[in-house]
C-alpha cells in the first residue's frame, strides 16, 4: 500500500499554519510576562496624578487662607481654616491634614531686621481629630519658654512685640521695619497605592509623599 504525500500548495499551508501557531503561543507568553509591568506604570501614573491632586489642593487652600488672614474680613483664624479644610475633598483632610496661620512682622534691631512672631494658630478640629500631627516649620509654638497651645487652638504666652519675641523661620532678610505678613502652613498625609516595588533591573516604582507640604506667605 503506497503512503500519500501532501501537495506542495498543502504541506506550505500546514507550515504556515504551525508557524502562525507558535507566534500566537509566543505572544501569549510575552504577554503575561509584561502585563504585571504594564499594570504597575499604570498605577504609578495614578498614584502619581493623585500627589499632584493633593498638592494642588494644599497651595489653593493656602493661598485663600492668606487671602483672608491678611483682610481682616472679620472671621476668626479658627473659622478660616474650617471653612478651608471644607473645600478640601477628596482629600481627608480631618484625619490625614493640618493647617498653621502665623502672624509675622519685620522689627529692626541694632540695624538689623528680625522676623518676630506675633500669633499662630493651629487647625483644632484636625488636631483634635487625627494622630497626624506635624509640628510648623515657620515655628513652633512651645518651642519658646511660657508658651503653649490654647483651647482653641492659639499659641498662649507669647510676649509683646519686641527682643524677647521667637523668631520666625520664614521672609529671613527680606521684610522691612514694622511689615507684617502671614504664612499659611498646610500638611497633608498621603497614602501612597504602591510605594516603593521592584520591577527588576534595579528600578523601582516611585514613592510618593507621605507627607506633602505647602507654605504660602501673604
Known amino acids: 500500500m503506497r503512503s500519500r504525500s501532501l501537495p ?16 500566537h503561543g509566543g505572544a501569549i507568553v510575552e504577554f503575561a510576562i509584561i ?4 499594570l504597575l506604570m499604570a498605577l504609578s501614573v495614578f498614584d502619581i496624578a493623585r500627589a499632584i491632586q493633593a498638592n494642588m489642593i494644599l497651595v489653593s487652600i493656602g493661598r485663600e487662607g492668606g487671602s483672608l488672614a491678611s483682610r ?25 491634614g493640618m493647617i498653621y496661620i502665623t502672624r509675622i512682622m519685620g522689627r529692626a534691631e541694632s540695624g538689623v531686621i528680625r522676623n518676630i ?3 499662630q494658630y ?6 483634635n481629630q487625627s494622630q497626624y500631627t506635624p ?14 497651645w490654647a483651647s482653641d487652638g492659639s499659641c498662649a504666652g507669647l510676649p509683646s512685640p519686641g527682643a524677647t519675641s ?20 498646610t500638611y497633608y498625609r498621603y497614602q501612597s497605592l504602591l510605594g516603593n516595588i521592584g520591577v527588576g533591573g534595579g528600578l523601582m516604582t516611585p514613592l510618593v509623599g507621605p507627607n506633602l507640604y505647602a507654605l504660602t506667605i501673604f
Open 8 to 23: 506542495p500548495c498543502a504541506m506550505r499551508r500546514s507550515e504556515r499554519s504551525d508557524t502562525r501557531k507558535r507566534r
Open 35 to 38: 502585563l504585571p509591568m504594564i
Open 72 to 96: 481682616s474680613s472679620g472671621y476668626s483664624y479658627t473659622q478660616i481654616m474650617d471653612s478651608l479644610a471644607a473645600t478640601t475633598p477628596p482629600l481627608e483632610m480631618n484625619t490625614q
Open 117 to 119: 512672631i506675633l500669633e
Open 122 to 127: 493651629r487647625w483644632q478640629q484636625g488636631w
Open 135 to 148: 509640628l510648623s516649620n515657620v515655628w513652633s509654638c512651645g518651642a519658646s519658654g511660657g508658651t503653649s
Open 166 to 185: 521667637p523668631t520666625a523661620n520664614a521672609m529671613t532678610g527680606m521684610l522691612k521695619d514694622g511689615e507684617v505678613i502671614f504664612a499659611v502652613e
